[in-house]
Every structure is written in C-alpha cells, then in structure tokens.
C-alpha cells in the first residue's frame, strides 16, 4: 500500500504530432468562434440566406426569356448571387477579424509561439479555422443548388455534377481569397474592428465606387479593382456566360495574386514580430 | 494627534466595492513602508492623501491639513503612480519640466529644478531621450525625479521599484534614503518586504481596508503572542543547549529539525536575548550560529495577513 | 549541459543585443541576471527559438536551436507579461496548450486539472481567465508552462504584480520545480534574493556578454571568513573587549564583524555577558548576490567608458 500525494507529478507520454497539434487549434478556434450568438447568426443565415435566393435565382433564370439554351450557363446567375458578397463580409468581420488581432491584443500570441508549433502552423490553422465557415456562403450554397436543380429535373445530372464541380473551384478561389485578407488585415492590428472595417473596406469600398466610376467614364478597366467584379467575370467565363465586362484571365490573375500576397506577407510579419516585450 | 498623516474612521466606498472601511492610523515620519494584500485599500489611500478622492466617512490629514481640493498641500507633497505610461515622446528633462510648469513654476526654474531633479536619480545621461525608450527601471526613476523636482516635504510612492533592474532598485532606495536623511518623509508602497526592511522598520499594514497595524516592525512582532519568537541556534549538542534553556519560563517550545541544530520558541524575545549569553556561558556549550528567522516584516505580514 | 552556446551573436539594426556570446550552462536551478539591456531577454528569445541567431550556435537539452519545434517540445515558457486568452476559462486554457504541444485531448485535460491543483487554483479554474486576479492570473501562466511536463523552465519575473502572499507562493513553486529530479529551471529575475534562494549556478549577463558564471556558493565565498554579529547594547564596548581578548573585530553598520579563530563563538557570549548585552544574530559572512552583482556590472561599466 501507499499514498500517492498531490505533488509535482511527471508525464512520461511521447507527445503526438504536428497534425493533432494543428487540429487542437482549428477545433477549439471553431468551437470558440462560432459560440458567440452574433456568429452563429451570421453563419446559419448567411448558408440559408445565400442558399435559398440562390436556388431562387436559378429559378428564375429558366423563367426569363433568355434564349439561351437550358445548360451549364444558367449557373452563372445563382453564382453571381450578390448576397453571397454581403454575408461573406459579414463572417469575415465577425468571425475571421479577431482570428489574429485577438491574440496580439492579448498577447497570448507568445504563448502560441512558445509551443512546439511554428509560425506557419499557426497561420494555416488559423486559415483553417475560418475557410471551412466561408465555404459555408461561397461553396455550399451553389452546391446545394446544383443538387435541388437536378432533383427537380431542371437541369440533367451530368451538367448539374458539372456545375458543382465548376462551384468548388471558383467558390474555393473566393474562399480563399477571402480568408488571406481577412487574415492578412487581422495581423495588421490588435483591434479586430478596424480589421472587420478593413474587410467591409475592401468589399464595398472598391466594389461600389469602381462600379459607379466605370460607368460614369465608361472604361470596363476600373472594374479590375474590384474583387466582386473579378469573381464575376471568373464565375461568368467558367459558367460558359458572357457579359462581364472585364477579361477573366486578369480577373482570375488578380484574385489569386492577392491571395498569394496576402498570405505572403502575413507570414512574413508574423516571422519579424518581436514575440516578447519588455 | 501628531502623526505626518492621521486617519480617524475613513471609509470609501467605489459602489458597493470596498476601498477603506473604518481605516484608523497615526504614521508616517521619516519613510513608511505600506504594505498589505492587492485590493487592500493602498491605492485609496493614496488617493485620498493626494486629494484625488473624498472620503465617504472620516477624517484624514496630511502634514495637518485637510488633502481634498488643497492646492497647497498638493505643492508640498511630491508623489509617483504606480503605472508607467509616460507621454512617450517627451524626453526625459522635457517630461520633468512640462509636469512642474503645470505646476506653476516659471519656464526657466523649472528646466533648472528638472536638470537637478533628474541628476539626483542618476537620469542625467538619458535626460534628452525620449522616454518611449526608457527601460522600466529609469520609467521609475523619471517618475520620482518629477516627484522631488519641486522639494516637497513628502513624497508619497506608489510602487516605485517594480520593473526595476537591481541597479535602479539600490539607486531609487537610496534616493530615497537620502530624502528622508535630509528630513523629508516618504510614504512607499511595495510588495517586496525586504527591500523596505533595508530602508525603514516603519509599516503600516492594511488588509481590507482596515489598518491592522502600524509601527515598528520588531514592535509589532513582539505583539503577536500567538506565534512565539523562534529562535535558530547552531549548536553541536542541541538537546542538552535545550535542557539549560528550559528553565526559563516564556520558553514555550523547542524543536530539533537537525543533528546540530535547535530552534526555540519563547513568548518574550527580550528576556531570552537578555539571558542566553549567561546561559551559554555557565554551562560552556558551543554556539555557532544563531538567528530569529520570523523577526522580519514577512513573518509579521503572514501571521497576521496570512 | 543545459545550455550550450558559441558565438552567439544577435544583432537588432546597431544592437548587439547578445555578443559573441560562449556559454556552458549546466542542468539544475539557474539564475539569469543581469542589467536593462544586458540581453537576457534576447538571449531567452533565442534559446526558445523565437528569434534566429545573426552568428553562432546553440544547443538547449542537447538539441540544436535551429530545430525550433524540437526544441520547444521540452521546455516551459512562464512569459513576463500578460499572454493569456480572456475568454477562456482557466481549465481551458491549459489543457489547449497541452494539445498543442502534442498532449492527446484527454491526457490534455487530465494533465491541466493536475497541474491547476498543484498550482493552487480550485473552483476558479472554471472561470474564465478575463475575471481572474492578479495571482490567479500568474498561476494559470505557470500551470500551462506545466502542462506537458517539460525538461525545461523558463520563468521570466514569476513574481510580478504578486502580493507579499502571492510572491511566497509562486517562489514556493518554483522552489518545488526546481527540486524535482531530472527537471531544470532558468529563473531571470531583478530580485536577486529570490534568485538567491532558489538557483544554485548562477549566469550574470551585461551588454550581451557574460561578466560572471558559476555556483553560487563558491561566487559568493567570502573573501576573508569571518563572523557577522548583531549586538544589541554597547557596540563599541563590544568590539573593543573582543579585540583586547586577542581577536580582529571592527564595528559596522551592519553589525560587528570578526575575523574567525577557535574560542571566538565562546568569547562572544562571555563579552555579552560581561556587558550584560543581547547578541540578536550570529552567522556567516556571506556576500550577497547583489553586491556581488553591482560590483560586476560597476567593473564592467569602468572599463567600458
């Protein structure tokens, strides 16, 4: 027999690996993410709401007299859903702005850091926390309409498996796109107000204004600014549509140069940062 | 009713959150040391001893007079806030000199004052540096030479070494020191005890906001019967060092936690220390060593702080 | 070797904030003192891996700083400041660093109840952090530098913001950890007496280099032993009955110091009683850490100017 007293105790476990590592980060981010009501809100609405209008969108389309044959090129109304632009914005201020800003407003990126994890790990898992919620606007809904469509015969299954494979790649551009910004703009400061402002900055703030100038002085070009815009001609040019104004080889040049810079340059701040102070 | 500061039933009261509560205490010539539990009522009192706040109940002066809306008492006291953000692009003679303008002193005194003031805590080299760059160690001291700038009779320091390197720590200490030598009176809190036990046996202890003692140290300690004196003597024949020591009867009891070594308890610390060199004399037993370890501001703040 | 280093140089624009720094640090309680700005901070950054050498090499626990995630896997870091997830309750929080150092959930969490109570936080640990106190506060950093039961502490200023209370507490626990077998403590402190206490080799830094290492006993070894007494009653008188007995005693202001010779403990009670004065304290001459610290640093900075 014998006590065993509540004293410094030992470990002797090998520890897991950098994957458990990474999922430990992306499930409690998640669970924490998404508790607050504001964005659960925002995410259950923002799938229903951009699922619903556009299968509503899809609906109409066979309703107008477009002549246009029935096929692949109906997918661009419900893909150019502009809701979809509204609640991304949205999540990316809720949910993905604090992503980064919170923990350097709490410092607690030091003790992030001081794990057995690196740089990149933190910024890929925290890329995976709030890419699968945008997927939820971008990709499923389109999903989920393709799916409807075909139940309801509207369109064939070849063309409706066509159309859903068109919407992984697009909505997974956007996606990703929006999760780089968002990230990038929630490093850059530790309030993630002015990082969700910076978000609706970008969204609205070049989508409108180039809108209107292009028009105004009739040059399409301005339109490039625009992230919306260049989704729009990438999403009309894979859908087999026309009409977008803009070239889609710049547009889709643009869209993942950003990315690639956004994420680029987060990585390289986050690599330069004095991790301790004092 | 001729303590540097005298407090009388002062109660404060943030809401429902306690400040002071029937705080009641006479203290505070040459330096004080104020020590208690976070959240005791140090911060209150400080602010009620510079005139920030108004007691809910109570009476309290400094250097006689009633703190509250007293621009000249303010002007005889000198005092230093616990936190450290400084206007971090004003230099050092630039931060010391605005805060004694504001004070009212004329532009020319003041850049004089702040040049000697900041000499005095050894800033003189970093003076024209921004303070953003400062260490927190010379934070600290920026902030006393502001205090003693303007030759205050008091000074009244919140925490003035912490952050500090252990340079800064023995240099503010002995500014500090040396204030009090020239007939000024401090009032410093800090959680660090011995470092006060270097510089004064004053204290005045609170703990919820009450004063639960105020004096001297070894004063205070002496009083507390419950934990009798322990004294620590090296000796080769513990036991039989004991045997002697037993016939005196505050002598409550004895422990030997090492072949060589014995520790006593005793109720009236004086008495023994006026015995024990008889004793150790009559019966030739060897003392090495000997040492009252719970004789200190830390023995004293956890047997009646806890 | 707990620490291994050569030519560990780091340079921030003009700075060298570590210089060319050779260092053999062994395993055990170690104390890392030094001025604002000697380095210590940048010198900790590097041996975490945080930041990347300009030159030189170094080995903590026998694994080269270069591997950052091996390195880190076994040490526990107890930052200066705050770092701590607000919304997260206290359990939370430790039992996610522990999966992120590679702890399975469930050991994780099993682990972060461990070490909570071992720290001494009870029902608050389901609390959320944001509402904790100060001391609360700093145990919770201590226990997610526990969690995974690292070779390695690393504890920067452990003690700040803790009342009287609370700094006996956490010394107490880093006494604890510093005893425990086959576990290493590097405690960078200003309070020299805590490290005192708790550190056996001690590592002195100034302007990024070492001015001193060693144990601490033989650092801090008397030039002359002598003895130190505290007298209350006749000093003087004191002293002077000493000397005419045969022995070297001067009065000081922090007590009567005597050159030690056989017969000197015995004289001493006999003087006292004779004089019908107290002896208060009879003991070593030990030079403390700290004077020991400033005469370096004073040394360092004569010739450096």
Redesign the interface.
């Known amino acids: 027999m014998s006590i065993t007293l509540p004293t410094y105790s030992r470990l002797e476990i090998p520890l897991l690996g950098r994957r458990e590592r990474l999922w430990a980060i992306i499930a409690t981010g998640l669970r924490q993410g998404v508790r607050r009501p504001a964005a659960i809100a925002i995410t259950v609405l923002g799938a229903a709401f951009t699922t619903i209008t556009s299968i509503i969108l899809l609906f109409l389309s066979f309703l107008l007299p477009a002549g246009q044959g029935t096929g692949l090129s109906f997918f661009a109304v419900p893909a150019s859903n502009p809701f979809v632009l509204f609640f991304v914005s949205a999540m990316a201020a809720v949910i993905g702005s604090g992503l980064i800003a919170d923990d350097i407003q709490s410092m607690a990126f030091t003790l992030y850091l001081s794990r057995p994890i690196t740089q990149l790990d933190y910024l890929l898992a925290k890329a995976a926390i709030l890419a699968p919620l945008v997927a939820l606007v971008t990709i499923l809904p389109l999903l989920l309409t393709a799916l409807v469509a075909a139940f309801l015969g509207l369109l064939s299954w070849t063309i409706a498996l066509e159309a859903m494979g068109i919407s992984l790649v697009i909505g997974g551009l956007l996606t990703l796109f929006y999760t780089a910004v968002t990230l990038f703009l929630s490093s850059l400061t530790r309030r993630k107000g002015i990082a969700a402002a910076g978000v609706f900055a970008v969204n609205f703030g070049l989508t409108i204004p180039a809108g209107i100038l292009a028009e105004s002085i009739q040059n399409p070009s301005i339109l490039y600014l625009s992230p919306w815009n260049d989704y729009l001609a990438i999403a009309n040019a894979a859908f087999g549509a026309s009409g977008a104004g803009i070239d889609w080889p710049v547009a889709l040049a643009i869209l993942l140069g950003v990315t690639v810079l956004a994420a680029l340059v987060t990585y390289v701040r986050m690599k330069a940062v004095e991790v301790i102070t004092? | 009713m001729n303590g540097v500061v005298e407090a009388a039933g002062v109660s404060k009261w943030y809401g429902e959150v306690l400040g002071l509560n029937a705080f009641t205490a006479s203290f505070g010539q040459g330096i004080t040391g104020l020590?208690?539990?976070?959240?005791a009522g140090k911060s209150t009192l400080f602010k009620l001893l510079i005139g920030q706040l108004r007691s809910d109940q109570g009476n309290i002066t400094l250097l006689g007079e009633n703190p509250w809306n007293n621009v000249p008492l303010k002007r005889r006291l000198g005092y230093c806030p616990e936190q450290n953000q400084l206007y971090g692009w004003l230099t050092g003679q630039q931060f010391v000199e605005v805060l004694l303008r504001l004070d009212g002193m004329p532009a020319a005194k003041a850049r004089v004052e702040a040049t000697a003031a900041l000499k005095v805590v050894g800033l003189s080299n970093a003076a024209h540096r921004p303070t953003r760059g400062y260490?927190?160690?010379?934070r600290q001291r920026a902030k006393l030479a502001q205090a003693l700038a303007h030759h205050p009779e008091i000074l009244i320091l919140d925490e003035p070494l912490?952050?500090?390197?252990?340079?800064?720590?023995?240099h503010i200490l002995r500014t500090i020191s040396d204030f009090a030598r020239d007939g000024g009176h401090v009032l410093m809190s800090t959680?660090?005890?011995?470092e006060i036990e270097r510089i004064t046996n004053n204290i005045v202890l609170i703990h919820n906001g009450k004063a639960i003692a105020a004096g001297n140290i070894h004063a205070i300690r002496a009083l507390i019967d419950e934990h009798p004196h322990a004294v620590r003597i090296d000796t080769a024949k513990p036991r039989q060092l004991a045997q002697a020591l037993a016939r005196m009867d505050h002598v409550v009891s004895f422990e030997f936690p090492a072949s060589d070594t014995l520790v006593v308890r005793t109720r009236q610390p004086?008495a023994f220390?006026?015995e024990?060199?008889?004793i150790?004399?009559d019966t030739?037993l060897?003392?090495?060593?000997?040492?009252?370890p719970d004789d200190s501001l830390?023995a004293v703040?956890?047997y009646l702080?806890? | 070797m707990l620490v291994e280093t050569a030519g560990l140089t780091k340079v921030f624009g003009e700075v060298r904030a570590v210089d060319d720094l050779t260092v053999k640090i062994p395993d055990g309680a170690i104390g890392l003192?030094?001025?604002?700005?000697a380095g210590k901070t940048t010198f900790l950054r590097l041996l975490l891996s945080l930041v990347r050498p300009t030159a030189g090499t170094a080995k903590v626990l026998g694994r080269d700083i270069e591997d950052g995630v091996l390195v880190r896997e076994r040490i526990g870091y107890m930052p200066e400041h705050d770092c701590l997830i607000p919304d997260m309750t206290g359990v939370g929080l430790v039992s996610y660093m522990g999966r992120i150092s590679g702890l399975g959930r469930d050991t994780a969490m099993s682990r972060s109840h461990d070490v909570l109570q071992f720290v001494g936080v009870e029902e608050e640990r389901y609390r959320k952090v944001a509402e904790y106190?100060?001391?609360m506060k700093q145990k919770v950093k201590l226990a997610q530098a526990m969690v995974h039961d690292p070779e390695l502490y690393i504890f920067d200023e452990p003690?700040?913001?803790?009342?009287?209370?609370?700094?006996?507490e956490m010394l107490d626990l880093v006494r604890t950890i510093a005893k425990s077998p086959g576990r290493n403590v590097i405690l960078s402190s200003?309070?020299?007496?805590d490290v005192e206490t708790i550190c056996k080799y001690v590592v002195i830094l100034d302007g990024g280099h070492q001015i001193a290492a060693g144990e601490l006993s033989q650092l801090l070894a008397g030039a002359t032993d002598r003895l130190r007494i505290d007298v209350?009653g006749d000093r003087e008188g004191f002293a002077r009955m000493l000397n005419e007995g045969g022995f070297d005693a001067d009065a000081g202001p922090t007590g009567l110091h005597v050159a030690r010779k056989p017969g000197l403990?015995?004289a001493v009670?006999?003087t006292?009683?004779a004089l019908?004065?107290?002896?208060?304290?009879?003991?070593?001459e030990i030079r403390s850490l700290?004077e020991l610290?400033?005469e370096l640093?004073a040394r360092t900075e004569k010739r450096g100017a």
């Open positions: 004092g | 020590v208690g539990p976070n959240g260490s927190r160690g010379m912490s952050g500090a390197d252990p340079a800064g720590r023995v959680h660090v005890l011995y004086d220390y006026r024990l060199p008889q150790v004399s030739k060897e003392v090495h060593g000997l040492e009252s830390d703040f956890r702080v806890g | 003192v030094g001025p604002n700005g106190s100060t001391g003690t700040t913001g803790l009342d009287p209370r609370g700094r006996t200003h309070l020299l007496p209350r403990e015995a009670f006999e006292a009683k019908g004065a107290e002896v208060r304290y009879m003991g070593k700290e610290f400033l640093v």
